[in-house]
């Protein structure tokens, strides 16, 4: 399993960004996915998930209204839509990989991360 998060970098508050997760070395169609962040000093935290075909996905909070999760099965690739960004988001972003195919699976699998910075 190979998950590889790009996207992360320098925005201004307001400002959106949008993250890709490429995955390989499983069928990406068969399982659920998600995005995690930690901020500089804090622990992990949950963001989004959706299921393995695109139709339920879940939001902290704190991100509802603002965060988009995506995905493009024919393309095994994950996205997550940040916009009206705020400092609060600044963090590095992880995609991982669910244990089946719904959006409340253990995760077995994670990216490297990607950092994203809000700052004006």
């Known amino acids: 399993v190979q998950l590889v998060e790009s996207g992360g970098g320098l925005a201004q508050p307001g400002g959106s960004l949008r993250l890709s997760c490429a995955a390989s070395?499983?069928?990406?169609?068969?399982?659920?996915m998600t995005w995690a962040r930690q901020a500089p000093g804090k622990g992990l935290e949950w963001v989004s998930a959706?299921?393995?075909?695109?139709?339920?996905?879940r939001y902290v909070d704190s991100v509802k209204g603002r965060f988009t999760i995506s995905r493009d099965n024919a393309k095994n690739t994950l996205y997550l839509q940040m916009n009206d960004l705020k400092p609060e988001d600044t963090a590095h972003y992880y995609c991982?990989?669910?244990?089946?195919?719904?959006?409340?699976?253990?995760?077995?699998?994670w990216g490297q991360g990607t950092l994203i910075t809000v700052s004006s």
């Open positions: 070395g499983f069928a990406f169609n068969n399982y659920a």
């Open positions: 991982a990989k669910g244990l089946g195919s719904g959006v409340y699976e253990t995760l077995d699998a």
């Open positions: 959706i299921d393995s075909g695109g139709l339920s996905m």
